[in-house]
Nanobody
Framework: QVQLVESGGGLVQAGGSLRLSCAAS????????MAWFRQAPRKEREFVAVINWSDSSTYYADSVKGRFTISRDNAKNTVYLQMNSLKPEDTAVYYC????????????????WGQGTQVTVSS
């Protein structure tokens, strides 16, 4: 039903910036709550940020608040994660996720996942 493809990852020096993109298939992208997760080596996948479909409300993990910004462009079926002031501990595979539910905020489950894009921050 929905396919998500991440891009924009790479290698960046500490203090630098990257912008990740997640392109979604389908014709109902604007109704999905879109999120970013990340998973570092030997760590569990953790929530990063989410954006609502109706009013673009956002919610961030404390670890990235003030440094990362999630946004969406419904015309392009794309969600973005602008990452500034990157730290080595931000190194992880970043995953895009989509939730079709309209209930609850922030979401606590996601229906669709991308394959991830690697972000490496050097010290």
């Amino acid at each position: 039903q929905v396919q998500l493809v991440e891009s924009g990852g790479g290698l960046v020096q500490a203090g630098g910036s990257l912008r990740l993109s997640c392109a979604a298939s389908g014709r109902t992208f604007s109704t999905y709550r879109m999120a970013w997760f990340r998973q570092a080596p030997r760590k569990e996948r953790e929530f990063v940020a989410v954006i609502n479909w109706s009013d673009s409300s956002t919610y961030y993990a404390d670890s990235v608040k003030g440094r990362f910004t999630i946004s969406r462009d419904n015309a392009k079926n794309t969600v973005y994660l602008q990452m500034n002031s990157l730290k080595p501990e931000d190194t992880a595979v970043y995953y895009c996720a989509a939730d079709s539910s309209i209930f609850g905020w922030p979401p606590n489950r996601y229906d669709y996942w991308g394959q991830g894009t690697q972000v490496t921050v050097s010290s």
